[in-house]
Each structure stands twice: as structure tokens, then as C-alpha cells.
């Protein structure tokens, strides 16, 4: 179903309007599981890099360590 235009002025009945609003209703609904999906995976990938990056410091203080022992 697509939203119906209702012209300035004309008379729409309840049923084309609740038909608008289920539309629009949907369409959001549509667009807020689009958005949850998407911020997940940027929080993933945010855990990810984390991840990464407390590894590579965990290397750099070994690599360090073993150097102050030379």
C-alpha cells in the first residue's frame, strides 16, 4: 500500500487517513529496525577495534620489557 494524497481542501475519509497512518507507521518502523541494525553493528565493530588495539598494547609492553632487559 502507498500513501494516498488527500488535496487541500477534499474531504478523506476514515479509512483512507487510518491508511495513511498505518503507512507512515510502518514506514517508521521500517526505518527505527534499519537504524538498530545498523548502530549494533557499529558497536561491534567499535568492540572489535577495542579488542585490536588491547592487543597490540599488551605486544608493545612485552616488545618494551624485553628491551629494558637488554
Do not use: P, W
Not at 526505518?31 to 598494547?57: E, H, P, R, Y
Request: glycine share 6%; proline share 0%; charged share 15%.
Amino acid at each position: 500500500m502507498a500513501l494516498t494524497r488527500i488535496e487541500y481542501g477534499a474531504l478523506a475519509s476514515s479509512e483512507t487517513i487510518n491508511n495513511n497512518f498505518d503507512y507512515l507507521n510502518n514506514q517508521l518502523g521500517d526505518l527505527s529496525d534499519s537504524l538498530t541494525s545498523n548502530v549494533a553493528g557499529i558497536f561491534s565493530n567499535i568492540a572489535s577495534i577495542n579488542s585490536a588495539i588491547s592487543a597490540m598494547q599488551e605486544d608493545f609492553e612485552a616488545r618494551i620489557s624485553a628491551l629494558e632487559g637488554n
